[in-house]
């Protein structure tokens, strides 16, 4: 079974300063992916950022970018140049190739101005 | 285009009576998935339809829930004799399943339930 866990529940960054967000993930198989979503207050969720577990180069989006540790089974969420609009709560999530979506319990960050 | 529709927004209901959940997809999304939203939980995985496959229901948290999609469309949640601990926002999601390639989900709005 999947399994996703960030183990922080709450996090605050300066604003402009950069901040990383944890995730790990357990799987037994070889072909997955993995995401990063956002939940602003409005409640919208929208994709953030995603891997493909055989890439091995780190996916990036403008300020986002991860640090993905196969061996570890790691995936953190790095956001550079912190904006207000970034407050939200971050989900990371992982999908086994044709398999449902799985997400972790989130972390709310806050951008302190 | 149109995203995906959730309905009702917000449905308040005593405990003991069903609701119904509506979810209507982004046209041509073959996957659709419906998650539970409570405070402080995350997203917990209720259950995931796509194509004509039979549908995973391992997140279902007891026989009161069940959902259909009809069609390969649209998307009924239903929750039977309510109790308080159901009160969640229920989230629906949709994506272009293709090939395994699994593409980004998009989301509802939601619907906010309170069980009275």
């Known amino acids: 079974a999947q399994t996703v866990t960030q183990s922080q529940p709450e996090m605050s960054v300066q604003e402009a300063e950069t901040v990383t967000l944890s995730c790990t993930y357990d799987?037994?198989?070889?072909?997955?992916?993995l995401f990063w979503y956002k939940q602003p207050p409005s409640r919208q969720m929208i994709l953030v950022i995603r891997?493909?577990?055989?890439?091995?180069q780190n996916a990036t989006e403008n300020r986002f970018s991860v640090n993905f540790q196969k061996a570890a089974k790691s995936f953190s969420l790095k956001i550079s140049d912190s904006q207000l609009g970034d407050a939200a709560m971050y989900f990371c999530?992982?999908?086994?190739?044709?398999?449902?979506?799985?997400f972790g319990k989130g972390t709310r960050l806050h951008i302190l101005p | 285009g149109a995203g995906v529709s959730q309905s009702p927004s917000n449905k308040v209901t005593e405990k003991g009576k069903d609701v119904e959940l509506r979810c209507d997809p982004i046209?041509?999304?073959?996957?659709l998935y419906w998650y539970r939203q409570s405070l402080g939980q995350g997203l917990e995985f209720l259950i995931y339809f796509q194509g004509n496959s039979a549908p995973d229901k391992s997140g279902l948290p007891s026989d009161r829930f069940s959902a259909e999609r009809t069609g390969g469309s649209v998307s009924t949640l239903t929750i039977q004799r309510t109790q308080q601990e159901d009160s969640a926002v229920y989230l629906c999601?949709?994506?272009?399943?293709?090939?395994?390639?699994?593409?980004?989900?998009?989301f509802g709005n939601g619907t906010r339930l309170t069980v009275t």
């Open positions: 999601a949709s994506s272009l399943f293709d090939q395994g390639n699994n593409s980004p989900l998009h």
């Open positions: 891997q493909e577990a055989y890439k091995q």
């Open positions: 046209s041509g999304h073959t996957a």
């Open positions: 799987t037994s198989e070889s072909d997955y992916y």
């Open positions: 999530a992982s999908s086994n190739r044709d398999d449902k979506i799985i």
